[in-house]
């Protein structure tokens, strides 16, 4: 197998989608890093192709195209593609079953549409199917066998990510008019019982009477707290070669519980600088639960 660096930049390609991501994962250990890195470099891919594909069947046949991949399917494709390489190597090296990939996958047809979440278990499935798979399979290549202690907390956090990626961050840091419309479609993401408290709804096809956006950005993130106290009291169960995988949770960890004591929030806010981010993660990377 070719050196990484002759293969693709996943250093730099997951740092400019997601430098938290990019900067926590400088603090796995260097023996693992280059595969949690290819992990998340396949992850910021999915997640380009469900948010940049207008037609929903166009999305799904990308998602095929990856499925197929990993079941041995389009291997001479695949051998032509760096990141779809890098994945069956790590696949292979790791023994992930592609059924988790498969999971993973049909997890990501959800965003190609534009249907509500029906329920919070409806919800809580969905997170576990996307970000909870990536928070595992980072702890499955940091250690294998003690993957399955860091579950319950996975799970946790993955409800944490889902709120934050695609309800909180997408509004509190747009500088573009925030239409109703534009609203109403992340808002799909809430289940109703999160919904309806903070006067989002969830159809762009019906007219609604006007947002008040700080105070339903603030109920939102009351609510991520209540996943993130749960995640921190199961904590203990995670063993200390696992816990680099959770630091990228640390910023958006730190900016809700912000958010959760302001009196009046203004937006949009501002995303800290590099440096800010270093020190931050460096921070929490010396205690325990970090986020």
């Known amino acids: 197998m070719k050196p990484l660096s002759a293969e693709i930049d996943l250093y730099n390609l997951v740092r400019s989608a997601d430098p938290a991501r990019y900067f926590a994962s400088q603090f796995i250990p260097a023996m693992h890093r280059d595969d ?3 992990l998340h470099a396949f992850d910021l891919e999915i997640r380009k192709i469900v948010r940049t594909i207008r037609e929903p069947v166009a999305g799904e046949i990308r998602l095929q195209w990856w499925r197929e991949v990993f079941q041995g399917a389009r291997d001479a494709e695949a051998a032509a593609s760096p990141l779809a390489h890098l994945m069956l190597d790590l696949t292979q090296r790791h023994s992930i079953g592609p059924q988790i990939w498969k999971n993973y996958l049909d997890g990501r047809i959800f965003d190609l549409y534009d249907d509500a979440v029906e329920d919070r278990a409806a919800f809580e499935a969905y997170a576990g199917q996307t970000e909870g798979t990536v928070l595992q399979l980072a702890c499955l290549i940091l250690d294998r066998g003690q993957s399955t202690s860091a579950a ?9 990510l889902c709120l934050w990626d695609r309800v909180l961050q997408p509004i509190l ?12 479609k992340i808002s799909r993401y809430l289940p109703p019982e999160f919904r309806d408290p903070s006067g989002l709804v969830a159809n762009p096809y019906l007219e609604s009477e006007t ?19 749960k995640a921190r009291a199961a904590a203990d169960a995670v063993p200390p070669t696992l816990r680099p995988a959770f630091l990228h949770a640390t910023p958006m960890a730190s900016q809700i519980a912000k958010i959760c004591q302001l009196s009046q929030l203004e937006l949009p806010l501002r995303k800290a ?8 993660l460096w921070r929490s990377s010396k205690r325990w639960p970090c986020f």
């Open 36 to 38: 949690v890195f290819a």
């Open 152 to 160: 319950q907390v996975s799970g946790y956090l993955a409800c944490v």
């Open 173 to 184: 840091y747009s500088d573009q008019p925030l239409t109703s419309q534009y609203v109403s």
């Open 211 to 229: 947002v008040d956006i700080e105070r339903a950005m603030s109920e939102i993130c009351i609510v991520a707290e209540s996943y993130l106290e």
């Open 273 to 280: 600088g590099s440096e800010r981010l270093i020190w931050q």
